[in-house]
């Protein structure tokens, strides 16, 4: 296997990486907040979040928050391809793959200007608030 920065292998190196990450409320406000606004309409924003996280340390938080031992299993993109000829689910998941080789942060300056500040919950609330939705289930 080809090893990357950091002498970890590409799917090791992907969980180390930092990216953005959104509680689906605060996307909904901002989203909310634009489209009552007469100004800014044929513009671009980006919400980059509450900042940016690891993808080990998101799932680390989420197990800790429902109390549950941490694991984890790599899958490797022969694994998808095999899965996604069974489940077109998986098979998308492959195709936006590519979203996992390379980190794209986002800056969300523009947005902040336009509407005077933005929405930002705590990844320990959001993913509070998130397993409890999921426990009154």
Not at 8 to 22: D, E, V
Not at 37 to 58: H, P, R
Not at 74 to 80: K, T
Not at 83 to 100: A, D, N, Q, T
Request: charged share 25%; hydrophobic share 40%; aromatic share 12%.
């Amino acid at each position: 296997m080809r090893r990357t920065h950091y002498g970890r292998s590409p799917s090791k190196a992907i969980c180390a990486w930092n990216r953005n990450r959104s509680y689906t409320a605060d996307a909904g406000q901002v989203i909310g907040d634009l489209l009552c606004k007469d100004s800014g309409w044929n513009e671009t924003y980006n919400f980059a979040g509450s900042g940016l996280i690891s993808v080990e340390d998101f799932a680390r938080r989420v197990y800790a928050a429902a109390g549950q031992k941490y694991r984890r299993m790599i899958v490797s993109p022969w694994m998808l391809w095999t899965i996604g000829l069974f489940s077109p689910l998986m098979r998308e998941f492959r195709e936006m793959s590519y979203l996992m080789t390379t980190p794209v942060n986002l800056k969300d300056d523009k947005l902040v200007r336009h509407l005077g500040g933005v929405p930002r919950t705590s990844y320990e609330d959001g993913i509070a608030a998130t397993l409890k939705a999921y426990r009154v289930l």
